[in-house]
Nanobody, 115 residues
Framework: QVRLVESGGGLVQPGGSLRLSCAAS????????MGWYRQAAGLERELVAN???????FYEETVQGRFTISRDNVRNTVFLKMESLKPEDTAVYYC?????????WGQGTRVTVSA
């Protein structure tokens, strides 16, 4: 059974930082691209960043230079380091992977950027 469990969200002031974690189980983690998505209230879920098994990364334009995605293939965990946070980064952040022909999602972790 594939399971993704996010943690690390919370309330942070503009300009602050947070690090999200996503622990994966049930897959051969190192083989799969892992992604972070977010969904703000009233908007569609969007890709924030992803990382291949080999470590190649992609970032959505508005987070480029502020967010860093990384992975630990021993601990089966993917991270999203978020810096210089802005109010528009407020959203529920979801971990994602595609395996066995299916899309898998975590339960999400809420990030609120507010003074």
């Amino acid at each position: 059974q594939v399971r993704l469990v996010e943690s690390g969200g919370g309330l942070v002031q503009p300009g602050g930082s947070l690090r999200l974690s996503c622990a994966a189980s049930g897959i051969n983690f190192r083989l799969y691209t892992m992604g972070w998505y977010r969904q703000a209230a009233g908007l569609e879920r969007e890709l924030v960043a992803n990382i291949t098994g080999g470590g190649s990364t992609f970032y959505e334009e508005t987070v480029q230079g502020r967010f860093t995605i990384s992975r630990d293939n021993v601990r089966n965990t993917v991270f999203l380091k978020m810096e210089s946070l802005k109010p528009e980064d407020t959203a529920v952040y979801y971990c994602n992977t595609g395996a066995y022909g299916r899309n898998f999602w975590g339960q999400g972790t809420r990030v609120t950027v507010s003074a």
